[in-house]
């Protein structure tokens, strides 16, 4: 059974610091391609960052730049996202994205609010 499950998520103020992570199984998670997403209340879902394997090319939305770092553990199938420096429009519940070729699959979201 193919699982995604995030966690981290919280309330923190302006300037604040997170660490998200997700927990992957029931796939072979070393092949995929690995994505955060976030989606305001109103908006729709929009990629925050992405990493193809370790060592490999990462991709950041330009707003969160200098700021996000996202990371994987192949051995312990864990994603992760560091995020310093938050901002209100950081606020959303942040997913967690598998793809390889026809294959995806969503992590149920953790909820993540920029507020003072």
């Known amino acids: 059974q193919v699982q995604l499950v995030e966690s981290g998520g919280d309330l923190v103020q302006p300037g604040g610091s997170l660490r998200l992570s997700c927990a992957a199984s029931?796939?072979?998670?070393?092949?995929?391609?690995m994505r955060w997403y976030r989606q305001a209340p109103g908006k729709e879902r929009e990629m925050v960052a992405g990493?193809?394997?370790?060592?490999?090319?990462?991709d950041y939305r330009e707003s969160v730049k200098g700021r996000f770092t996202i990371s994987r553990d192949n051995v312990k199938n864990m994603l992760y996202l560091q995020m310093n420096d938050l901002k209100p429009e950081d606020t959303g519940v942040h997913y967690c994205?598998?793809?390889?070729?026809?294959?995806?699959?969503w992590g149920q979201g953790t909820q993540v609010t920029v507020s003072s």
């Open positions: 994205n598998a793809v390889y070729g026809s294959l995806g699959y």
């Open positions: 029931g796939f072979t998670f070393s092949r995929f391609t």
């Open positions: 990493m193809l394997l370790i060592g490999g090319r990462r």
